[in-house]
C-alpha cells in the first residue's frame, strides 16, 4: 500500500497519541455517535434488511469463488463497449500503468474522484515523482490533500478535521494549488462548501484527464458504477476526454440486477441515506459520446490484484474481500473511536482495516503484525456489517497466524510463515498458563500460594503486568479459591 | 433437576463468591449443583491470543469434565459463547489438519449443554422472580459477549426488574465494550483504560450505587478503575445480587 504508512509503530503506540488528544476525540465521538444513531434509524425503515444482508454475502460469496469468469467475462463486456482493460499484479505496475497512460495523452495533471485503490498504491505521490499533478475533488479528500494530510476514515477522510481546522487549511493551503479561498472566509458549512465549489470548478473546467475508483463493475454489461455524494465524482466522470478507473478485482458483481441490493445497503450503511444522491454509472464510453459529445472518448479499466488474488487463497480470511467499503464497522468501533484512523497504518482504517491490511500486505510489519489485535473483539462491527463479515473471526485467525504462524499464500505462492519475532515471552507464558490451568492440582496450590501471600500483592506490578497496573487497580485476592470453598462446604468428593 | 456449574478460572481464583452465590441461587430454587473438580479455564485467553493449539488440551479437559451433565451453568457470558460459538470451530478446523474427529465430537456433543447463568434461570427453569432482596439502586452493564455473542437480550434486566427493593437505572451507552477484551486489555492499555473511563463515568452519571455485570472479566477491568480513581460506586456480579436476600443479605 501507500508509501506514506511506511515506518509506521505498531497499534498501540500510534493509538496512544490519539487518545490523549481531546480534540481529536471530541471530534470523533460526536462524528461517528451522529452517524451511527442515523444509521441504526435508516436501517430499520427496511423490513427485510436482514434478507438484504445475506443476499449480499452470498452474492459476494458466489462472486468470488468464480471470480477469475467474471473477470474475463468483465473484461469482454467493457471491451466490446469501447473501453480498454488493464491488469495490474501490484501497486508499481497499476502505478506505471496510469502514469504511462496519462503521458499519452500529453496532460500534466488529472481531476480524481475518490478512490481507496488509487490511495491504496499511492498514485498520487507516483504521478507526482513523474510530473503529473492529481487533484482530489471529494471534498473530504480535497481537505486531507491540502492539509498535507492522510485519510483518516474510509468515507469521511478528514473526519478527524472539525470546522475551524478546515477554514485553516483552506485559507493558507487553496491558493497554491489554485484558486485561493474567498476573503473573509468563516467556518460556516456554507462558507466552506462555496470555496471549495468554486476551487474545484476551475479544476473541472481545465481537466482533459480524470481518475476514478468504482464502487461496484458489472461483470455481464461492463458498466462501472460510482456512489458519492457531492455530485464532484460526476463532474470528474463525464468532463474530462479520458477516464482512468483503478479498481480492485473484488468489486466485480455478475449482473446488472445485483446492484439492486447494493443500492440498498451501501447508501444506508454509509450515510445513513435511503438513496445517495449522485449515483453514476457508464459502460465503455458510454451511449450518449455520438449523440452530443458528453462523456469521455477514452476510458480505460485498470484491475488491480495488490494481495487480492493471496487473500482469497485462505479460507477464513478471504471474507474480507466482500467488504463494499461502507464503513459502518467505524462508525461502531469503540477502538477506533478513541485510536483514529491514523492509527491503522493504512488506507484502510477501523475494524475492516484490521483484518485487510494484514493480508494484502502481509504481517511482516509491526503494524501489520498488531493490526489483528487492535480490537476487544466486541462483536459490534460484524453486527452492521451489510455483508455480514464475521470481522471477529478472521481477526482471532489472523492473530494466530501472528502468534503461532501456519501456512499463507503471499505472490501466489503458498507458504509456512514462522511465528512473528518478539512474541517468545508471549508464547512461553500462554504455554505455562495452559499448563497450570491442564493440572488443577497444581492450579489449586497455586491458588492456595497466591491466598497466603495476598497480603503482600503488590499496587504495582513490572513488565507486561504494568500494562494494567499504570491505570486500574489489581483485582483483591481472595482468602480462598471458589474450589477450595467447594471442598470444605462439600467434600472433595470428586 | 441436577445442574454442574462451570465456575470459570477467573471467578475460582479471583471471584469465589460469584461461584458461591450460583450455588446458592440455584440451591434455592431447588437444583441439585454439582462442581466436577476436573475443570479448568475454557481456554478462551489462549484461543483469543491467537494460540489455538495452546487452547485444544483445555478444551479437551472441559469436555471431559463435563461429559456426563445434561446442564452445565457457568455465570460467564464470555465463557459461555467460547464453548457455545468457539469450541466447535476450533474443532472443525483441528479435523481439518488432521487431528481427528475426537475434539470435533468433544465440543459438538458440549456446546449445545453449557447455558450461561440469566439463560439457565430464564429459559430452562423458566424464573425471572428469583426471590432476591437488594435494596439498592443498580445499573448494568451488558458484557459484550453475553449480549451480542450468546444474545442474552433482556433476560438480565428481567431478572434485576424482579428483585425486591431493586431500583434498575439505565446505563447510557449500555451496549458499548468496556474495553476489556482479554488481552487487549494489556496490549492496548491506552484505548483499554479509555474505553473503561468512558464507561465507568457513564455508570457514575446514573446516580448508582452499584455497578453490575454477569462477567467477571469486565468487571475486574471497571473495577480496578473505579478503586484507582476512589469512585464511591462498587461493582457487583449480577449472580451476587440474585443470590442475595433478606434473610441473607450481601455482606
Known sequence: MTGTYLGMPAFPEAAREAVRDEVLRANLRHATHTIRDKRARSVAELADWDRLRAAGKAVKDHTLRHLDRYLLQLEEAVTAAGGTVHWAADADEANRIVTDLVRATGEREVVKVKSMATQEIGLNEALEAAGIAAYETDLAELIVQLGHDRPSHILVPAIHRNRAEIRDIFRTEMGSWGRPAPEPLGDDPRELA??????????FLRARVAVSGANFMVAETGTMVVLESEGNGRMCLTLPETLI???????VVPTFRDLEIFLQTLPRSSTAERMNPYTTMWTGLGPSRGADGDGPAAFHLVLLDNGRTDTLADETGRQALRCIRCSACLNVCPVYERAGGHAYGSVYPGPIGAILSPQLRGTGTEIDASLPYASTLCGACYEVCPVAIDIPEVLVHLRERVAQGGPVTRGGVRVTLRPADGRTAERATMRAARLLLDHPGALRAGERLLARARRLAPRRLPGAGRAWTDSRELPTVPAESFRDWWARERGDTQ | MRAALFVTCVNDALYPRTGIAVVRLLERLGVDVDFPAAQSCCGQPQYNTGYRHETEPLM????????????????????AAMIREHYPRIGRKAAAEGRGGELAEAAASLAPRVYELTEFLVDVLGVTDVGAYFPHTVTYHPSCHGLRGLGLGDRPRRLLTAVKGLDLVELPGAEECCGFGGTFAVKNPDVSTAMGADKTAAAAGTGAQVLCGADNSCLAHLDGLLRRADSPMRTLHLAEILAATEEEPLP
Not at chain 1, 462555496?194 to 479544476?203: D, I, M, S, V, W
Not at chain 2, 479437551?60 to 465463557?79: I, L, Y
Open chain 1, 245 to 251: 478507473s483503478v479498481v480492485g478485482i473484488e468489486k
Open chain 2, 60 to 79: 479437551r479437559r472441559t469436555a471431559r469434565a463435563f461429559a456426563g451433565h445434561e446442564f452445565v451453568v457457568t455465570p460467564s457470558g464470555s465463557c
Open chain 1, 194 to 203: 462555496e470555496a471549495a465549489r468554486l476551487h474545484l470548478r476551475e479544476k
